[in-house]
C-alpha cells in the first residue's frame, strides 16, 4: 500500500506526524483529498474547517483547524495551522455552548470543533 509522510502542526505545537494513506482538507479553493504520488501544491485552509487524515494502520486522525496552510510535497503533506484541536481533546460541551452564546469567530471555531469530534452543531 502507498503510504506519504504527513504532518498537522499548528503554531504552537505539533498534533501528529507519521505515515498516511491520504488527508482530507478543506481549503479556500473547495475539499481536497490527497494521496500518495499527488502533484505539488499549497492550499489555504479555511477558517473552522476539518482535516482527516487515514494513517498507515488504518486508522483517522481528525482535527478542526483554524487557517492555515496545506502544503503537498514529493515527499509528503504538511498541515500548518494557525491553531487546531484533534477530535479526542475537544470538550464537546464547551463547544456546544460557544455555538449557543459566542460571536461569529467563536461560534465558527465551535461549529468546526463538534464537526471533528463527529457532533452536529
Do not use: C, N
Amino acid at each position: 500500500m502507498a503510504e506519504m509522510t504527513v504532518q498537522l502542526v499548528a503554531v504552537e505545537r505539533r498534533l501528529w506526524s507519521g505515515t498516511a494513506t491520504s488527508v482530507v482538507a478543506q481549503t479556500t479553493e473547495g475539499e481536497i483529498g490527497v494521496l500518495p504520488g499527488h502533484e505539488p501544491m499549497l492550499g489555504q485552509l479555511v477558517e473552522g474547517g476539518v482535516v482527516r487524515i487515514r494513517t498507515s494502520e488504518g486508522e483517522t486522525v481528525t482535527a478542526a483547524v483554524y487557517g492555515g496552510f496545506l502544503s503537498v510535497t514529493g515527499s509528503g503533506v504538511s498541515v500548518l495551522a494557525e491553531d487546531a484541536e484533534l477530535a479526542d481533546e475537544i470538550d464537546v460541551e464547551a463547544a456546544r455552548s460557544a455555538v449557543k452564546d459566542s460571536d461569529d469567530l467563536q461560534r465558527g471555531r465551535a461549529i468546526a470543533a463538534l464537526r471533528a469530534a463527529g457532533h452536529s452543531a
